[in-house]
């Protein structure tokens, strides 16, 4: 029997380099943190604790994207350098785990837990499917819309990760080559649905209630469920219609693939054609949660709703603790938290007001101009920084340059939050996209040729609904 053994002769140091890139990468950075946030060399008419936070926020910057340590252990360390280095008062900077935005997260996620452990997700999408996906393209147009709906009321990644085993056992039944079209399509549609949905409400991502968290933290305003959907659905929905154009030409109709597809979705009706006391307590939490959403959240809260709806799946046992700590994405809270401590540590010491008045107040910005500018920047930087990042990193200095161009603050939160989420150019850019890119059928040429599209696409039509329907509807 003969064994090759493989010989890595590459120099020492270069393995070594290897190995350890992002340690000494975290160590590098960390010299450099400490040489910047001890200097003397402050600038004229900025105060130290301005200065400070304005070297925290660098140094967090980096961390986020170049991801060397978890997002939310970098979260958890600007809070600890925050009241170290006394830029906002110690009780000050740990209370924003109070922040009713964190509470409305958490409360989202249990209400996913909810609708999963029921079994509900599972037979609203045997349902659709079996209803219009017995074509090809019909198939794939549910796929894409079914995983836009539940994104509505889920967490895209959740739904992403939902739908993928289904959508591999069809693919399986009908026996899919690696580059078959209908396969291909069938992935993209779980992507673009689940990515495009997940933005028109809170539930979608915790990218917009961390919005909204920095918001009312920075201006005392804020943005409600219903307002937030009649803003940004409609140019959604038309991004939709026009993908949705798009996948049905791709998408030929095969007769063989029709009678599999039948008989797949007939199988699969027989499986799951017994309700369960589970989905329907689900189903009446969720439906009464969304309508107090829409039409009492201004008096009761969004936040309060979530808190209190979520606690009704464990009162009427549709779901057990053990259920709902495997979906709660502490990972997700503990970032939201450092995230808006550093946003207020921004606005309180005075560095947005600085970077205005000496920088930001000198520039001409048109109406126009200015959408453009942070619409574009958001959606591209989003393409390789986590969404949640982008809202950090863009939205305190968009909503300070927002008031000082007499717009008003809330429409900074639609300008970053919304585009945001809109990632669509490589399989790391979202959650969706990297399951989707796992099932083989799509190459990362394709993300990047057609994701690109995508975003000139949105761009183009967000940017026309903000300067005509948003101004209608009184966004600015």
């Known amino acids: 029997m003969n064994n090759k053994v493989y010989i890595d002769r590459r120099p020492l140091i270069t393995l070594f380099l290897i190995e350890y890139k992002n340690a000494i990468l975290l160590l590098f950075s960390f010299v450099l943190f400490f040489i910047f946030v001890t200097s003397k060399n402050i600038p004229e008419g900025m105060s130290i604790q301005a200065y400070q936070a304005l070297v925290i926020f660098?140094?967090?910057?980096?961390?986020?994207?170049?991801?060397?340590?978890?997002?939310?252990?970098?979260?958890?360390m600007v809070m600890g350098l925050l009241a170290t280095f006394n830029v906002l008062a110690e009780d000050k900077v740990y209370s924003f785990f109070g922040n009713k935005a964190v509470f409305f997260i958490i409360g989202a996620f249990i209400i996913s837990a909810g609708?999963?452990?029921?079994?509900?997700?599972?037979?609203?999408?045997?349902?659709?499917?079996?209803?219009?996906?017995?074509?090809?393209?019909?198939?794939?147009?549910?796929?894409?819309?079914?995983?836009?709906?539940?994104?509505?009321?889920?967490?895209?990644?959740?739904?992403?990760?939902?739908?993928?085993?289904?959508?591999?056992?069809?693919s399986k039944r009908l026996e899919l080559k690696r580059d078959s079209i209908l396969g291909k399509y069938m992935f993209f549609s779980l992507a673009w649905g689940s990515v495009l949905g997940g933005v028109v409400t809170f539930l979608g991502g915790a990218r917009n209630p961390l919005a909204i968290g920095i918001?009312?933290?920075?201006?005392?305003?804020?943005?409600?469920?219903?307002?937030?959907?009649?803003?940004?659905?409609?140019?959604?929905?038309l991004i939709m219609g026009m993908v949705a154009i798009y996948l049905k030409k791709k998408v030929s109709v095969s007769t063989r693939d029709i009678e599999i597809l039948k008989d797949l979705f007939s199988e699969g009706g027989e499986r799951i054609s017994k309700i369960h006391l589970k989905e329907i307590k689900a189903l009446i939490?969720?439906?009464?949660?969304?309508?107090?959403?829409?039409?009492?959240?201004?008096?009761?809260?969004?936040?309060?709703?979530?808190?209190?709806?979520?606690?009704?799946?464990?009162?009427?046992?549709?779901?057990?603790?053990?259920?709902?700590?495997?979906?709660?994405?502490?990972?997700?809270?503990?970032?939201?938290?450092?995230?808006?401590?550093?946003?207020?540590?921004?606005?309180?010491?005075?560095?947005?007001?600085y970077i205005n008045?000496?920088?930001?107040?000198?520039?001409?910005?048109?109406?126009?101009?200015?959408?453009?500018?942070?619409?574009?920047?958001?959606?591209?930087?989003?393409?390789?920084?986590?969404?949640?990042?982008?809202?950090?990193?863009?939205l305190p200095v968009v909503i300070k340059t927002a008031i000082s161009l007499s717009f008003p603050p809330g429409l900074a939160v639609y300008l970053v939050a919304l585009p945001s989420g809109l990632a669509f150019m490589f399989p790391m850019s979202s959650p969706p996209n990297a399951i989707a890119f796992s099932s083989g059928y799509i190459k990362s040429g394709e993300t990047l040729r057609i994701g690109f599209v995508l975003n000139i696409i949105s761009i183009v039509v967000v940017t026309v609904f903000a300067l005509t329907y948003w101004r209608i509807i009184g966004v600015y």
Request: net charge neutral.
């Open 58 to 76: 660098l140094f967090a910057n980096f961390l986020w994207i170049t991801n060397v340590i978890p997002l939310a252990i970098t979260s958890l």
């Open 115 to 170: 609708i999963t452990t029921s079994g509900l997700n599972k037979r609203i999408s045997y349902y659709i499917l079996s209803k219009f996906g017995n074509k090809p393209h019909t198939l794939v147009l549910s796929i894409f819309f079914l995983s836009a709906f539940l994104s509505h009321i889920m967490p895209e990644h959740a739904v992403a990760a939902m739908l993928f085993p289904i959508l591999m056992s069809i």
């Open 215 to 237: 918001l009312e933290e920075t201006t005392g305003q804020s943005i409600g469920f219903l307002e937030w959907m009649v803003a940004v659905a409609p140019p959604i929905y």
């Open 285 to 353: 939490i969720l439906a009464g949660t969304i309508y107090m959403w829409i039409f009492e959240s201004s008096r009761f809260g969004i936040a309060n709703v979530a808190l209190i709806s979520a606690a009704l799946f464990f009162v009427l046992n549709v779901i057990s603790w053990e259920d709902a700590r495997k979906e709660i994405n502490w990972g997700a809270i503990f970032m939201y938290g450092g995230a808006i401590a550093l946003g207020k540590a921004l606005e309180q010491t005075g560095l947005l007001e």
């Open 357 to 394: 008045q000496n920088y930001i107040s000198n520039m001409k910005f048109s109406t126009l101009g200015f959408m453009m500018v942070v619409f574009s920047l958001s959606v591209f930087l989003t393409e390789g920084v986590s969404n949640a990042a982008v809202v950090v990193i863009l």
